[in-house]
Antibody, heavy 127, light 112 residues
Framework: EVQLVESGGGLVQPGRSLRLSCAAS????????FHWVRQPPGKGLEWVSGIDWNSGGVGYADSVKGRFTISRDGAKNSLYLQMNRLRVEDTALYYC????????????????????WGQGTTVIVSS | DILMTQSPLSLPVTPGEPASISCRSN???????????LDWYLQKPGQSPQLLIY???SRASGVPDRFSGSGSGTDFTLKISRVEAEDVGVYYCMQALQTPLTFGPGTKVDMK
């Protein structure tokens, strides 16, 4: 079964750090790009970050650039999101999402959507 | 960043009747390669989002054919030919033409 399982969420004070993990199974991890997408309580979806199949390309939303770092480990079939200098507005459910292709973004490349979503892990930033 | 808007934001529907959701972008999503980089996702209550449509009109694997997408440039539409009870939830459009990828605000579909 194709599956993404996030972990690492929790309650953290503003300014502190947290590392999210996403364990992938049921498919060849190295064939795909991945994203992190978040959803604040009661609100819509926001793309946070993406990473290519070989980590050669990464991207971030302006709201997290310079504070968050996406990475992946093929040996562990895992995706990560290191979140530093957390803010109250980072409070959200964070989804690990598989892209249908090997690149999270390249202009003009064929894009068939983001087809596998985890159940999410909750991050609450509060004093 | 490309701004995505949707209308309506709330859509009460009747089972068996058609439904339609509009999505607009403030920049054309039509690439020079001829593809419109517009996806549709459905988030059912209590669930993670799921992919419905990519390239504006291509149904993802396993998506029922009562769902159809259309449009080009800046105006797009998701249509449900005959709504079923399992179609309730929040529908999001998302542009994949430029990074950062951006979503619309969502359209909540529920039964009358």
């Amino acid at each position: 079964e194709v599956q993404l399982v996030e972990s690492g969420g929790g309650l953290v004070q503003p300014g502190r750090s947290l590392r999210l993990s996403c364990a992938a199974s049921g498919f060849t991890f190295d064939d795909y790009a991945f994203h992190w997408v978040r959803q604040p309580p009661g609100k819509g979806l926001e793309w946070v970050s993406g990473i290519d199949w070989n980590s050669g390309g990464v991207g971030y939303a302006d709201s997290v650039k310079g504070r968050f770092t996406i990475s992946r480990d093929g040996a562990k079939n895992s995706l990560y999101l290191q979140m530093n200098r957390l803010r109250v507005e980072d409070t959200a459910l964070y989804y690990c999402v598989r892209d249908t292709g090997p690149y999270y973004f390249i202009s003009g490349i064929v894009h068939y959507g983001m087809d596998v979503w985890g159940q999410g892990t909750t991050v609450i930033v509060s004093s | 960043d490309i701004l995505m808007t949707q209308s309506p934001l709330s859509l009460p529907v009747t089972p068996g009747e058609p439904a339609s959701i509009s999505c607009r972008s403030n920049q054309s999503l039509l690439h020079s390669n001829g593809y419109n980089y517009l996806d549709w996702y459905l988030q059912k209550p209590g669930q993670s989002p799921q992919l419905l449509i990519y390239f504006s009109s291509s149904r993802a694997s396993g998506v029922p054919d009562r769902f159809s997408g259309s449009g080009s440039g800046t105006d797009f539409t998701l249509k449900i030919s005959r709504v079923e009870a399992e179609d309730v939830g929040v529908y999001y459009c998302m542009q994949a033409l430029q990074t950062p990828l951006t979503f619309g605000p969502g359209t909540k579909v529920d039964m009358k």
